[in-house]
């Protein structure tokens, strides 16, 4: 079993949640933009984040609301429960404050729309890792 490095162990780790596979492949590229994170692992489904989250331990979660089998906003509390450490940042192509307040309400630490460029997405795991650094 290959073990990280102490270095890339201290690095916030980010679990990828999203059904699309192209999104999944373009938030893996702008996560590894930034040399203060790296992606563990990806999920296609809520069912597949929770598991995914108990065994990796990220120290953030992007997670898409609108997913197959268990929506990310099904699997929110489950996520806040399975990873209390991670923070959780939605990112769904819903433009209605009102899904943001939910969100952020079931424990979420921030909410962005899809399409936002890709600093603020790194801006924003960022900022959330600096108010809780767990």
């Known amino acids: 079993m290959v073990r990280p490095s102490p270095e890339a162990a201290s690095v916030p780790g980010v679990l990828i949640?999203?059904?699309d596979d192209a999104m999944r492949m373009l938030?893996?590229?702008?996560?590894g933009t930034s040399p203060r994170l790296r992606v563990?692992?990806?999920?296609?489904?809520?069912?597949e984040a929770v598991v995914e989250a108990v065994r990796l331990r990220p120290s953030v979660i992007?997670?898409?609301l609108a997913m197959p089998n268990r929506s990310g906003f099904e699997a929110l509390p489950d996520l806040r429960r399975a990873a209390p450490?991670?923070?959780i940042i939605v990112l769904s192509g819903f433009a209605d404050s009102s899904v943001a307040?939910?969100?952020?309400?079931?424990?979420?630490?921030?909410?962005?729309?899809?399409?936002?460029p890709p600093d603020t997405i790194v801006g924003t795991i960022e900022q959330a890792l600096a108010n809780n650094p767990g």
């Open 17 to 19: 949640c999203d059904d």
């Open 27 to 31: 938030l893996s590229e702008v996560v």
């Open 40 to 47: 563990v692992g990806e999920a296609a489904d809520g069912n």
């Open 62 to 64: 992007l997670l898409d």
């Open 85 to 87: 450490e991670a923070q």
């Open 101 to 116: 307040e939910q969100v952020i309400a079931r424990g979420a630490a921030g909410y962005l729309e899809k399409g936002v």
